[in-house]
Structures are given as structure tokens and as C-alpha cells.
């Protein structure tokens, strides 16, 4: 579903399929591009399992960052100098309504995944445009580690998860 006009210039490109759970021995994926003129295809990545989608979305006020850890120095005949190494998408969102369900499917996944495993996130699943690319990634948790907070009676929310490209 994805083509390359929406990953173009990137470094990354995904597609995505969602399907209904399946209980599975093994799993086999074939990839055929007849009008691949490379004579290969490469694929680094593949995420298969369990997923969390809560009924109710990420709340208003979701950000996605563009993080660039190059370092700029000045030289003496004043050019601003670069060394560039890589930019990288970070994203911060708050779940606000979680039932104890997903309260629970959701500690699982920080009390296994930690910051240590990265996780695939799609933050608008059914989009297949630009904003479901953008909004795509391989993730890992980063700091501040996410608190779940019982707000109200059988209501639970996490005010902010802060997920970097892995």
C-alpha cells in the first residue's frame, strides 16, 4: 500500500497489514516486485504479534519532534561547520481513557519492552498518505518512563509516553 513517492528521500520506508489474531506454529512472508529493476528486494524488519489499540486515541496535543543530534561549531573565518549524524522522529502523546483492560495489555508492554526493546508504533493505522507514514516507526520508550495513573473510578491514563525512533 505504501509507494515510494510517500518514502522518498527517506532512509526507512514500512508497510504495514493488520489482521485479525491468529493462533500460528510459524509464518511465512513472500515478496514479489516484478517491476523491481534492482533484481533484489531488502527487508530489515519484521513485527509480528500481539497489538494494543485502545478504543479511545491518543489525546489532543500529540506532538511528533524532529530530533537532529548534529553538532555546529563555528570557524575562525565564521562558517557555521556541521557534523551531521542523522535526524530521528520522536513522539510525545497522552492516553487519556484507558479501562482497566488496556490499562493492564498497556503495563505489560512498558514492564517487558522497557527502554531496552523497540516496538512498532502506528499512531493512525488506517491512513496509508503521508500522515500514516509520518506518524509510523519503529519506537523505543525513552525518558521519562510513562506513569499510569488511576484518575477516576475505572478510568486509567497515561499523561504523556515519550517514543524515539529506534
Known sequence: TYGAW???DWTV???????DAVSALS?????????NTAGYMEASRCYLGQYFSPPDNMSWGFKLKWRDDSTQERTDGGTLRTDALGRYREFHFGLPM????DRA???????INGKELDMFLSMFPDDTGTKGRDYTAAVKI?????????????????????LAEA
Open 105 to 111: 495489555a498497556l503495563s505489560e508492554i512498558i514492564r
Open 6 to 8: 510517500l518514502f522518498q
Open 27 to 35: 509464518f511465512e512472508l513472500q515478496i514479489d516486485d516484478p517491476a
Open 13 to 19: 520506508a514500512c508497510a504495514t497489514l493488520w489482521f
Open 142 to 162: 525513552i525518558d521519562p518512563m510513562p506513569d499510569l495513573t488511576g484518575d477516576r473510578p475505572l478510568n486509567y491514563n497515561v499523561n504523556e509516553l515519550v
Open 98 to 101: 484507558l479501562a482497566e483492560a
